[in-house]
T-cell receptor
Framework: KAGVTQTPRYLIKTRGQQVTLSCSPI?????VSWYQQTPGQGLQFLFE???????NKGNFPGRFSGRQFSNSRSEMNVSTLELGDSALYLC????????????????FGAGSRLTVL | DAKTTQPNSMESNEEEPVHLPCNHS???????IHWYRQLPSQGPEYVIH???SNVNNRMASLAIAEDRKSSTLILHRATLRDAAVYYC??????????????FGSGTQLTVLP
């Protein structure tokens, strides 16, 4: 089956602009989570959605937001872009349900690489 | 999630076995041990996970110490395509625990031809 699809793969924005990134999870996966990867901070958790509800949020400012649609597709938005927002944004999906298990496995997309000038 | 410690980098020769260590001395009884790897220009990829017993799959083997304070990811015959950053992650399975993965800095594996 198709993997996790993220669009766009690459984009360039300028400071102060906003950006929307899209993620289509694996068919049947109802949980979508987002991560930011930078050379300095590594991989950091942004937020997780399940059944259109945000279940968990990382330590990021309110400029970072997201949502999930009824078909499990998800978008994340970053407003008022700063130079430090340049990063690889990764989306991951899983078959996670309310019966969370530590054995749950995530499947990641290839990411959206954002450059802020 | 409890913290893991991995070497920053390791080297291996092609077609030889590779043993990637991970220390997790503060692991709790409900923590699962997960391994992911990230190839250049790609997102992380699940490799293997286990709780108490050793595990094998088509990609690798996971050897877990009896006291669970350390584990080793074993690639039986390294190929050039195995060159990646390998992350050892503990995931708490207890109810109400954080559901996200907490990545450390991982081990950069270089495979020499």
């Amino acid at each position: 089956k198709a993997g996790v699809t993220q669009t766009p793969r690459y984009l360039i924005k300028t400071r102060g602009q906003q950006v929307t990134l899209s993620c289509s999870p694996i068919s049947g996966h109802r949980s979508v989570s987002w991560y930011q990867q930078t050379p300095g901070q590594g991989l950091q958790f942004l937020f997780e959605y399940f059944s259109e509800t945000q279940r968990n949020k990382g330590n990021f400012p309110g400029r970072f937001s997201g949502r999930q649609f009824s078909n499990s597709r998800s978008e994340m938005n970053v407003s008022t872009l700063e130079l430090g927002d340049s990063a690889l944004y990764l989306c991951a999906s899983s078959e996670l349900s309310d019966r969370f298990s530590g054995a749950n496995v995530l499947t990641f997309g290839a990411g959206s690489r954002l450059t802020v000038l | 999630d409890a913290k893991t410690t991995q070497p920053n980098s390791m080297e291996s020769n092609e077609e030889e076995p590779v043993h990637l260590p991970c220390n997790h001395s503060t692991i709790s009884g409900t923590d699962y041990i997960h391994w992911y790897r990230q190839l250049p220009s790609q997102g992380p990829e699940y490799v293997i996970h286990g709780l108490t017993s050793n595990v094998n799959n088509r990609m690798a083997s996971l050897a877990i110490a009896e006291d669970r304070k350390s584990s080793t990811l074993i690639l039986h015959r390294a190929t050039l395509r195995d060159a990646a950053v390998y992350y050892c992650i503990l995931r708490d399975g207890a109810a109400g625990s954080a559901r996200q993965l907490t990545f450390g800095s991982g081990t950069q594996l270089t495979v020499l031809p």
